[in-house]
C-alpha cells in the first residue's frame, strides 16, 4: 500500500522564513510510524491548527507539515488487535497535527493507543463537530460537574462563547439544566448565542474588570475560560464563595494576574483542562457521553461545513483573527 497517492494540505517555510499552505499529493510512505493507518473523512479546524497552518514553532517545530489535530475516518490498516480495517474512529489530540502529520489529508497514521472507537449514536461527521474543541468543552463541563457545581447554585459564565469550545460549552451546559452567562467580543451573534441556550449575554468589554480590585460582586457559581488574561482574572474575582472555574485557552493572553483572596477568602477552585494528553479510558467515557446524555440538539447551528482541504484557507485566517463561528469541519471523503 505504501505507494499510494493522497492529497494533504502541506504547509512549507522558505528561506525568508515565509509559510505557504498547498494541497498536494503525498505518498504513504511519507507518514510517520505507527500501527494505525486511517483513511479519513472528515476533519475539522481548531485554533491550534491555525497556528500550525501559519508557522507557529510553539505548536510545529518542523516544516513541511500537515496540520489538523482532529480527524475521523476508518481504519485501512492495523498492526493492532483493538483494530481492524473498517472499523470507524477518531483521533483528537496527542500529538497529531503537531509534529505528526495530521487530519487534513486523506490519509493519517498513528500509535494505537491515540485511537478512540466511534461511540454508539455518532456519526464521523459529528465526531468532528465536536472534536477536540468539544471533547474540551466536555472535560470543562465533566470537571466543574465532579467538582459538585450544581445548577441550583446560580449562573456559569463562559468566555469566548462564539467559539468552538465556548459554544459547544454553552450548549452542553444549557442541556445539563445550567444557566449560562456567555461573553462574546461579537454583539452582532446575540441570536446565536440565545439559540444555543445562552440565557444572558455579556460584552467582553463588561466582562474584562479594570478597576483593580481584588474581589468582585459574587456572580458564578461556575466558569468555563477558553481566553485567559484579564477576562479570566476578572470571572476569578466574580466567582461565589465555593464555586469553580475552569481553564483552557490563551486567546488573549498566556499570562494570569490574580491574588490569593479569591482562593482564601472564598474556596474557589481553579481547574486546568488539557485535552491533549488526557488518558483513556476516561477519554473514551468523556466520547461516550457526547453521544450519549450530552449529544446536543443544536448541532447543526453550531456547524459550517467546508467541501474540501481547498476552502481551508480563508477560514484559518479568519480564525487566527478571533472571528470564527461555531465549529468549521472539511469533509475529505465519504465513510
Ligand atoms: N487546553 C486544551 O486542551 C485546549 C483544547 C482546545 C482549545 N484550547 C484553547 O482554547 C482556546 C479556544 O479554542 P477554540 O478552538 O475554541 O478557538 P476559536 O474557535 O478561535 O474560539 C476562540 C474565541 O475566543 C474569543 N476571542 C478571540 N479573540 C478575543 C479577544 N481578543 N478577546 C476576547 N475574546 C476573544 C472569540 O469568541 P467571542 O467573540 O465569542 O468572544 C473566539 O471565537 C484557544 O486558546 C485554544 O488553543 C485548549
Redesign the pocket.
Known amino acids: 500500500m505504501d505507494d499510494i497517492r493522497f492529497q494533504a494540505l502541506i504547509v512549507t517555510e522558505d528561506e525568508n522564513n515565509q509559510f505557504n499552505r498547498t494541497v498536494s499529493e503525498r505518498m504513504l510512505h511519507d507518514l510517520p510510524q505507527g500501527q494505525v493507518l486511517i483513511r479519513v473523512c472528515y476533519s475539522s479546524l ?3 491548527d491555525a497556528l500550525s497552518a501559519s508557522g507557529n514553532k510553539g505548536v510545529t517545530r518542523q516544516y513541511p507539515h500537515t496540520p489538523g489535530i482532529d480527524a475521523a475516518g476508518v481504519v485501512a490498516e492495523s498492526s493492532d488487535p483493538t483494530f481492524m480495517p473498517g472499523d470507524q474512529v477518531l483521533v483528537t489530540g496527542f500529538d497529531l497535527g503537531m509534529n505528526t502529520s495530521g487530519g487534513f489529508a486523506e490519509y493519517i497514521r498513528v500509535p494505537a493507543d491515540w485511537v478512540v472507537p466511534l461511540p454508539t449514536g455518532m456519526s464521523l461527521r459529528e465526531a468532528m463537530v465536536y472534536g ?2 468539544g471533547f ?1 468543552a466536555a472535560l470543562s463541563c465533566y470537571r466543574l460537574i465532579n467538582n459538585g457545581v450544581l445548577p441550583e447554585q446560580g449562573p456559569v459564565l463562559v468566555t ?7 459554544s459547544i460549552a454553552v450548549a452542553l451546559l444549557a442541556k445539563s439544566g445550567y444557566e449560562v452567562v456567555a ?4 454583539v452582532n451573534e446575540i441570536a446565536y448565542l440565545q439559540e444555543i441556550g445562552a440565557k444572558e449575554i455579556l460584552s ?1 468589554v463588561e466582562a474584562d474588570d479594570q478597576s483593580g480590585r481584588p474581589l468582585l460582586r459574587p456572580r458564578w457559581a461556575g466558569v468555563v475560560d ?2 485567559g488574561g484579564n ?1 479570566l482574572s476578572s470571572a476569578i474575582k466574580a466567582t461565589r464563595y465555593g464555586g469553580t472555574v475552569t481553564c ?5 493572553s498566556g499570562e494570569l494576574h490574580t491574588s490569593i483572596y479569591p482562593f482564601i477568602l472564598n474556596g474557589i477552585s481553579l481547574l486546568g ?4 494528553n488526557f488518558p483513556n479510558p476516561l477519554r473514551t467515557q468523556v466520547w461516550n457521553r457526547l453521544a450519549t446524555e450530552w449529544k446536543l440538539d443544536h448541532l447543526e447551528t453550531i456547524t459550517t461545513e467546508l467541501p474540501g482541504l481547498e476552502s481551508l484557507e480563508e477560514r484559518i485566517a479568519l ?1 487566527l483573527q ?1 472571528k ?1 463561528r461555531g465549529r468549521v469541519i472539511v469533509k475529505i471523503a465519504l465513510p
Do not use: F, P, R
Open positions: 481548531n485554533y491550534k477536540t474543541a474540551t469566548g462563547a462564539t467559539g468552538g469550545v465556548g461573553v462574546t467580543t461579537k467582553a477558553t481566553v477576562i483552557c485557552g490563551n486567546v488573549t483542562i488539557d485535552s491533549v480564525i478571533g470564527s
